[in-house]
């Protein structure tokens, strides 16, 4: 597939290409432009061009054209979920929860295009104001690769609607989908230039993007390394920032909770996507009362998890998406074993036979009698890994929980409401889940505090994002 720019597919300028690898099984199966900063250039004029034409329409009229791309995305869910699986790994059936969140989106944000957004300030004999919200011109969105159509439908939902025109980056590994979406968006009526995307690295095509004087605004999804470095790259223009970056979610255990559902959600929180999410379970404190027969249950589900290529029926869980993250996860399960930081329980290791040689397939796996200064806990681990830690009470449940640089979500499994209340008021997070873990709807503000980054997705917050106000002052 070739890039989008000006509503035209355009090769690379040089002519290279990337290959895209299905993670099941090593092969090749499409490639990419290896975009240059010119070709971000030649994205910028056009999403300029557009910007005249396409801000000025009613909020309506973009409305309507978000809900006719939200049809399409619907109308071909099975072939955008197909593709989804093939260039990620994720088992089919996730792509196609992701495919249609992503057409929930941008029907979300089409829904509200009618709701007024402004507000009038009467003022006495000193006159009255109205402030308005104006969009704030060409936008930059970057997209990792673990959630590529979800996270490419919070950007686009609310950053066309506000009247923005976009310029998008997918993550190099997952340009596909993304790509096929964009056309989507062209068939629903979306003016050329008015979304564009340009595939390639991240340190050429991500940052001139990110350095381009005539953008104004950078919405990043990714790792806390990159997004630090964007900030830096970002700061000789005063750009707005959104940055959502990683995260290491406590799930809180106690006592009182309805053990089987804390169970699954556990077994989901952790290892849906093969635990390469955001908000992934990434450590689990059980109270030491239910701790024995909740890894009880919990290992014998997770060792009957179906292990395969995404697009088998009967897979639970996939490959993880690239070689570098199954190194990666490899190497820190290693290092727990060989610096005693704690004890396996099941899995460890990357899956072996013959079903799983080309690929980059990892085996679900528990640890236990974590050390508290395991790296495991100080740091995202994106993959399908999951310390299990025993406590004796909230208090420490909660210390342990707020021992941590990330704040993305938590969850705590209880009956009880002081319980809840003094999770919900005692725990660093952008999100505080009871009895659930991973639910992330279109309506409310998604994000976190501390390292997992600063801003919001979804809902008026990230539309308010998109926007900036501008102030009649009426002095009668
Ligand atoms: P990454 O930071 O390596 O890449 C993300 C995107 O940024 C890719 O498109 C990449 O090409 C681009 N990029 C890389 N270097 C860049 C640079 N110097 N300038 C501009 N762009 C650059 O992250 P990843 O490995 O693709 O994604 C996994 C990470 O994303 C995890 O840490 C995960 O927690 C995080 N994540 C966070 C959220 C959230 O909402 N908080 C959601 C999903 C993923």
């Not at 104006?134 to 979800?150: E, Y």
Request: glycine residues 10%; proline residues 5%; neutral net charge.
């Amino acid at each position: 597939m070739d890039m989008l720019i000006n509503g035209t597919a355009v090769p690379a300028t040089d002519e290279a290409r990337i290959k895209v690898i299905n993670p099941a099984t090593g092969e090749c199966i499409d490639t990419v432009p290896r975009g240059s900063g010119t070709d971000v250039n030649a994205a910028v004029d056009a999403a300029d061009a557009a910007f005249g034409t396409w801000s000025e329409k009613t909020t309506r009229d973009r409305g309507l054209i978000l809900f006719r791309a939200a049809e399409l995305v619907r109308r071909d869910h099975k072939d955008l979920a197909r593709l989804l699986t093939q260039e990620q790994g994720k088992p089919l059936k996730e792509s196609i929860d992701e495919v249609r969140g992503c057409a929930n989106i941008l029907e979300y944000y089409a829904s509200i295009s009618g709701q007024p957004a402004g507000e009038a300030v009467h003022l006495g004999k000193a006159g009255d104001c109205l402030v308005t919200r104006v969009p704030l011109g060409v936008c930059g969105a970057i997209i990792p690769w673990n959630m590529p159509v979800i996270i490419m439908g919070w950007k686009l939902g609310p950053a066309l609607l506000a009247g923005n025109t976009l310029v998008l980056k997918p993550a190099s590994t997952t340009p596909l989908t993304n790509l096929r979406i964009a056309g989507l968006l062209q068939e629903a009526g979306l003016p050329h230039g008015v979304l564009n995307v340009v595939t390639g690295p991240g340190e050429t095509v991500g940052a001139a993007l990110v350095k381009h004087p005539r953008v104004k605004k950078i919405s990043f999804t990714g790792d806390c390394a990159t997004g630090h470095r964007i900030r830096q790259m970002a700061k000789d223009h005063l750009k707005t920032l959104t940055l959502e970056l990683g995260g290491s979610d406590p799930m809180i255990v106690m006592a009182d909770a309805d053990i089987s559902k804390a169970v699954d959600g556990a077994l989901r929180g952790r290892f849906y996507n093969a635990g390469q999410v955001c908000t992934a379970v990434k450590r689990l404190y059980l109270h030491e009362k239910i701790a024995e027969e909740f890894m009880h249950l919990l290992i014998a589900r997770v060792e009957s998890l179906t292990i395969g290529n995404g697009l088998l029926p009967a897979t639970d869980m996939g490959p993880l998406n690239n070689r570098e993250q199954l190194e990666r996860i490899s190497s820190l399960v290693r290092e727990v074993a060989e610096q005693e930081e704690g004890t396996i329980s099941t899995g460890g290791s990357p899956k072996t036979g013959s079903a799983y040689k080309d690929g980059f397939f990892y085996q679900p796996t528990l640890i236990t009698d974590v050390a508290p200064d395991a790296a495991l806990l100080k740091n995202e681990v994106f993959g399908p890994v999951l310390p299990v830690m025993t406590v004796p009470d909230l208090s420490a449940a909660i210390r342990e929980a707020n021992r941590s640089r990330y704040g993305l979500g938590a969850s705590i499994w209880t009956r009880d409401i002081s319980t809840i209340k003094e999770v919900y008021q005692r725990v660093n997070a952008g999100i505080v889940w009871v009895n659930r873990h991973l639910t992330i709807p279109p309506e409310v503000p998604f994000g976190g505090t501390n390292e997992s980054g600063i801003g919001r997705e979804n809902g008026f917050h990230a539309l308010d994002s998109y926007t900036q106000t501008k102030t009649l002052y009426l002095g009668w």
